[in-house]
């Protein structure tokens, strides 16, 4: 089994900054790619930053330029630096991987974390 767990969700102001961690444990083999997804309440989730193994990362256009994604391949770490944020910045923040398991003949699945909130007060 693969887990996914995240830190560093909060309370800030407009304009502030928040970091997000996501540590991946578990059966790994190999991860092909680690990001962040985020929802809000009757809204699909969808994509805020991602980056596959080798291959550049990806932004939604609402967050570049203020947010940044690094991994740390070693620790099967990702973070999310987010700057300047907005009160529409409000979301849970879930943390997704593509993790090839341990075993002979194993595929790749999507793991999630459990989510963590992030609120942004005007």
């Known amino acids: 089994q693969v887990q996914l767990v995240e830190s560093g969700g909060g309370l800030v102001q407009a304009g502030g900054s928040l970091r997000l961690s996501c540590v991946a444990s578990g059966s790994i083999f190999r991860i092909n790619a680690m990001g962040w997804y985020r929802q809000a309440p009757g809204k699909l989730r969808e994509l805020v930053a991602a980056?596959?193994?080798?291959?550049?990362?990806n932004y939604a256009d609402s967050v570049k330029g203020r947010f940044t994604l690094s991994r740390d391949t070693a620790k099967n770490t990702v973070y999310l630096q987010m700057n300047s944020l907005k009160p529409e910045d409000t979301n849970v923040y879930y943390c997704?991987?593509?993790?090839?398991?341990?075993?002979?003949?194993?595929?790749?699945?999507?793991?999630w974390g459990q989510g963590t909130q992030v609120t942004v007060s005007s």
């Open positions: 980056v596959t193994s080798g291959g550049p990362t």
């Open positions: 997704n991987a593509n993790v090839v398991p341990k075993g002979w003949g194993a595929r790749s699945s999507d793991y």
